[in-house]
């Protein structure tokens, strides 16, 4: 699949240039983009398509279809001119690049089927990318490749090196990476600027096979894609030395001139050459049978007995294990604390659908989102403090649409000792403002099992939060959880407040609720177990009936439950007076009960908050 002649190395050069051209055109038609980052890249967008990618248009998701990432997602303009000389979209459309409807958005989304995940947060392509690879390599076991089209400016982000890393680890030879070095940034030039072998150097050292090119020559390009190909038990690097802005002299190699249309589009249209039609044969893949991932197995989640001490992150992993045993499309990934999140339950049991990601949470939820694209359901799990390093993923991840399950342990001051570097405080806040994201909070170990079922089957971004230490078992091995749910624990017709919990927390309201009953004081308890969606039906009829709702959880006051509970008198009807008790405190190492008591939420101060709004009432 190598150029083979003079004729077929300038028909690829005239290719590039009307990439080039149609980057330009879409970019003055839409009156912003990025064309000159387009443009520096056209060479190696063209000899790639036209000689190494194997990829059928009309069957986006055939199995055997290489896949592109295109992580340098602001160079859109190049992605679209490259699927308008495959005939995958036609002219009329390339000129609707950025326009209010268009699919072809600023940067690239799944709303085009060509492409897996969206790319514009730089420094995300190749960390999904190496998801992606794990998938080929390790699951499908099919020879597809993936090629992840990389800024130099990214090149700065720690999470390209968590990546490079594990990419090098993993052994991952059906990876590409091709780092277009084209000097400019966007305010001026990049650390290393031309300096190829500053970024081989450090490529090499993680243990990456490298060429380094002129990212004009096309015979440059296929012989370094030719000599990736062939390279086995490690990923590649090609390092194309390239000019912003290529083939213009208006522009090239000029600062300023980033992120804007050229000031003369039609003279640059003609400098380049002039208008082009040509198309592109994209060499399809041979027919290959996607791995069954079947889903028909029995699934039996662990049961347990009323009334024992079960931690929440017990029952994720003796749940996660058996949804592995289930359901063959169900991965996990860990971030080295698989013996405290209990993941290592999942890894014992289905070691080939396990993913060790060591510290590096970047690539933890990276990885995820790339091995979802590929068909595979993973459960992404490490300590809810720490997801906090990978929220760019996540929000990312929405943007993608995404099907991603994340679990977050070690939640809340109740963790102890440990102390507040490691406790999860605002993980339900981060998590309820991502897009269509569903957040969970179990307070025993049958209702974690449930949810943990439940996840597996919803959609979108799915957050689970466990916890540390035992909790009672509350409810019986067959009761049901419905995303969007709650469970009214305690009501009667005397009830002068509703105690609201969520986790941990439910235990302390159930206890308050007891001392409180002891003094002739009836009130109502209710889990919410669902903090998005939130039940707002059975809040909304707590408020009518009891009249003050006080919500008790162990996260910080803003974006918790307090936040969701509200929201769900957020439209105009009559609120309740609501009382919030949370986290407000700076904690240190004591004991899970000390921890809950300086916080304010255990159930000592929860029976002295309703004593004294029963006496102002």
Not at 393 to 398: D, E, K, L, T
Not at 511 to 518: C, D, H, K, Q, S
């Amino acid at each position: 699949m190598s150029i083979k002649d003079q004729t077929e190395h300038i028909e690829i050069a005239e290719l590039g240039q009307q990439l080039r051209v149609d980057a330009v055109r879409a970019a003055d038609a839409a009156g912003s983009g990025h064309p000159t980052s387009s443009m520096s890249a056209a060479d190696l967008a063209a000899v790639l398509l036209t000689h190494h990618l194997s990829y059928d248009f009309d069957r986006p998701d055939h199995p055997g279809n290489d896949r592109f990432v295109l992580s340098k997602g602001h160079a859109s303009p190049l992605l679209y001119a490259m699927y308008r000389a495959a005939g995958a979209i036609d002219d009329d459309e390339l000129l609707t690049f950025r326009r209010s409807g268009s699919r072809l958005e600023g940067h690239p989304t799944p709303r085009i089927p060509w492409v897996d995940v969206a790319t514009g947060s730089l420094g995300q392509g190749l960390p999904v990318g190496v998801g992606m690879a794990l998938a080929g390599k390790r699951l499908d076991r099919i020879p597809y490749r993936v090629w992840v089209l990389s800024g130099d400016s990214e090149m700065a982000e720690g999470s390209v090196w968590e990546a490079v890393e594990h990419a090098a680890y993993e052994n991952l030879d059906n990876l590409t990476l091709i780092i277009d070095v084209n000097r400019l940034g966007q305010r001026g030039p990049t650390r290393h600027q031309r300096d190829l072998a500053a970024y081989g150097r450090r490529l090499r050292g993680f243990g990456w096979h490298t060429v380094e090119i002129d990212g004009h020559d096309v015979g440059a390009i296929d012989a370094a894609y030719t000599e990736a190909r062939a390279t086995q038990g490690r990923p590649t690097a090609i390092i194309a030395g390239t000019r912003k802005g290529r083939g213009v002299a208006a522009v090239e190699d000029r600062e300023g001139m980033h992120g804007k249309p050229l000031p003369d589009a039609e003279a640059a249209v003609a400098e380049l050459g002039g208008l082009r039609f040509a198309r592109v044969d994209v060499t399809k893949p041979a027919e290959t049978r996607a791995p069954h991932k079947d889903r028909s197995g029995h699934l039996a989640l662990p049961r347990y007995e009323v009334g024992e001490s079960v931690a929440t992150r017990d029952a994720y992993g003796q749940a996660l294990t058996a949804l592995g045993t289930a359901y063959g499309d169900v991965v996990a990934l860990d971030g080295e604390v698989g013996d405290s999140t209990r993941t290592e339950l999942f890894a014992k049991e289905h070691p080939d659908r396990y993913f060790e990601c060591y510290i590096a949470e970047q690539q933890l939820v990276a990885a995820a989102v790339g091995l979802q694209a590929r068909g595979y359901t993973p459960f992404a799990c490490t300590f809810a403090a720490f997801l906090t390093r990978a929220y760019d993923f996540v929000r990312m991840a929405a943007i993608s649409g995404a099907d991603l399950n994340l679990v977050g342990s070690h939640s809340g001051v109740a963790i102890g000792q440990d102390g507040p570097s490691q406790m999860g405080l605002e993980d339900l806040a981060m998590f309820r403002s991502v897009h269509g994201s569903t957040v969970l909070c179990p307070c025993d170990a049958p209702q974690t099992a449930a949810l943990v079922a439940g996840m597996a089957g919803a959609r979108g971004i799915r957050y689970l939060r466990t916890s540390r230490g035992g909790t009672p078992v509350i409810y019986a091995p067959d009761e049901e959880f419905p995303i969007g749910g709650s469970k009214v624990l305690r009501s009667g017709n005397d009830d002068v407040a509703t105690l609201i919990g969520a986790g941990d927390t439910v235990h302390e309201c159930l206890r308050a609720a007891g001392i409180l009953a002891a003094e002739g004081i009836e009130v109502r308890v209710i889990d919410l177990y669902s903090v998005k969606p939130v039940d707002a039906e059975t809040l909304r009829e707590a408020a009518h009936e009891t009249g003050c709702l006080v919500t008790v959880e162990d996260h910080r006051p803003e974006g918790g439950v307090g936040d969701a509970v509200a929201e769900a008198f957020a439209d105009g009807r009559p609120a309740p007076r609501l009382v919030r008790l949370a986290v407000r405190n700076m904690p240190g190492s004591a004991t899970p009960d000390e921890q809950l008591a300086a916080a304010g939420i255990d159930a000592g101060t929860v029976a002295a908050a309703v004593r004294l709004l029963s006496t102002e009432s």
